[in-house]
C-alpha cells in the first residue's frame, strides 16, 4: 500500500523560509515523477513542483525562483525548500505522483504565512 506522510509545515511570517518533507512508503520514488501540491482553502488543488524519474525539475510560475524540489533515494523521501515566503503561499500541502496524483492523499501539512 502505497502512503505518503508530509510534516514540516507551521506559521511563518512573509519572507520567512520552510522545508517540507514527504516520507514514501510502497513507492520507490527514484523511478517516479514525484510532486507537491497544494490546496488553499475554496480552491483546487494545484500542482506547484515536480523532479521526474530523471531527475529532471519543474516550477509553477507562481514558486519559480522561490521554491526548491529535491528527493533523498536512500531515505525514499521528497522535500520542498521554500524561501520567499508569500501569504498567498498559505496552504496545505501535499506530495503524490505527478503530474497527476495517483495514489490515495496523505494528511498533508498546513503552511500558513501571516505576520
Known amino acids: 500500500q502505497v502512503q505518503f506522510v508530509e510534516s514540516g509545515g507551521g506559521l511563518v511570517q512573509p519572507g520567512g523560509s520552510l522545508r517540507l518533507s514527504c516520507a514514501a512508503s510502497?513507492?520507490?520514488?527514484?523511478?517516479?515523477?514525484m510532486g507537491w501540491y497544494r490546496q488553499a482553502p475554496g480552491k483546487q488543488r494545484e500542482l506547484v513542483a515536480h523532479i521526474t524519474g530523471g531527475g529532471r525539475l519543474n516550477y509553477g510560475d507562481a514558486v519559480k525562483d522561490r521554491f526548491t524540489i529535491s528527493r533523498d533515494n536512500a531515505k525514499n523521501t521528497v522535500y520542498l525548500q521554500m524561501n520567499s515566503l508569500k501569504p498567498e503561499d498559505t496552504a496545505v500541502y501535499y506530495c503524490?505522483?505527478?503530474?497527476?496524483?495517483?495514489?490515495?492523499w496523505g494528511q498533508g501539512t498546513q503552511v500558513t504565512v501571516s505576520s
Open positions: 503524490n505522483t505527478a503530474p497527476t496524483g495517483f495514489y490515495r
Open positions: 510502497g513507492i520507490m520514488i527514484s523511478i517516479h515523477a
